[in-house]
């Protein structure tokens, strides 16, 4: 009854899983139990940051290696403290792109609907962009919520904003939250509105906003925010 098993792992080696994650030994276990299964829906959960962009193909040879059927590629969310360090560059998410047009083995390599800035340009081709639509980017609050272990909800597991209702129904109806994403959600920040991807692009709400709904977007960290219109 089991959907899938999904293994978080950011680095082929333990010295680059280190820079973000612990448990890189139980991951690899992990991965051993899961090929020997033969498990049919398994997959590695891996977030791309500028410290582990070029260990990517390794990583994929780590997913063909334990027979792993899927590569989920993640986007940097902020820490508790609301810091958001070591973001890929401009330059390192156009390598991955590259690489995945270019991958012809057995393993999907899918780009999470957050990770909005890769997408983009994952979708750009010479006679338009297919990166377009509601899964674009960021879906908070408009094809999904979460349910937090209190009880209360959240626009996703990301962003904070945590209200009380008695029903996931009266939730999706009449939080003041959602109904803000859904209503007035705009790229405010001048290099968003300018930026040729704008179209593109939903970014994600909980690293524009940090932990706060305001319309104002702070969008510092996004490395495309200087590819402007001329």
């Given amino acids: 009854g ?8 950011n680095g082929s080696t333990e010295n680059i899983n280190a820079i973000s994650r ?17 498990f049919p829906r398994s997959a590695i ?20 290696n334990y027979n792993i059927q899927s590569f989920f590629i993640l986007m940097r969310k902020p820490d508790s403290d609301g810091h958001l360090d070591d973001y890929p560059t401009k330059e390192q998410i156009e390598m991955l792109c590259t690489y995945i ?21 994952m979708g750009n081709w010479i006679f338009g962009n297919v990166n377009n639509g509601i899964y674009r980017g960021c879906t ?27 029903s996931m129904q009266e939730y999706w109806t009449n939080s003041v939250f959602l109904n803000s994403l859904r209503t007035e959600f705009d790229m405010e920040s001048m290099s968003c509105r300018l930026c040729t991807l704008k179209k593109y692009c939903r970014p994600c709400v909980a690293n524009l ?16 925010c200087n590819t402007i219109k001329k």
């Fill in 2 to 9: 089991v959907y899938g098993i999904y293994v978080s792992i």
């Fill in 22 to 38: 612990n448990g890189f030994i139980h991951a690899i276990k992990a991965l051993d139990i899961i090929s020997k299964s033969e």
């Fill in 45 to 64: 959960n891996w977030v791309m940051q500028s410290s582990n962009a070029e260990d990517f193909s390794n990583m994929i040879k780590l997913a063909e």
């Fill in 101 to 121: 047009r270019q991958y012809t083995g057995n393993v999907e390599i899918v780009i999470d609907k957050c990770f909005s800035q890769m997408k983009a340009v």
């Fill in 140 to 166: 908070a609050g408009i094809d999904s919520c979460a349910l937090n272990v209190d009880g209360s909800f959240s626009p996703c597991r990301h962003l904070l904003l945590s209200e009380r209702f008695c």
């Fill in 209 to 224: 906003n940090i932990q706060k709904l305001v319309l104002e977007m702070k969008n510092t960290y996004c490395p495309f």
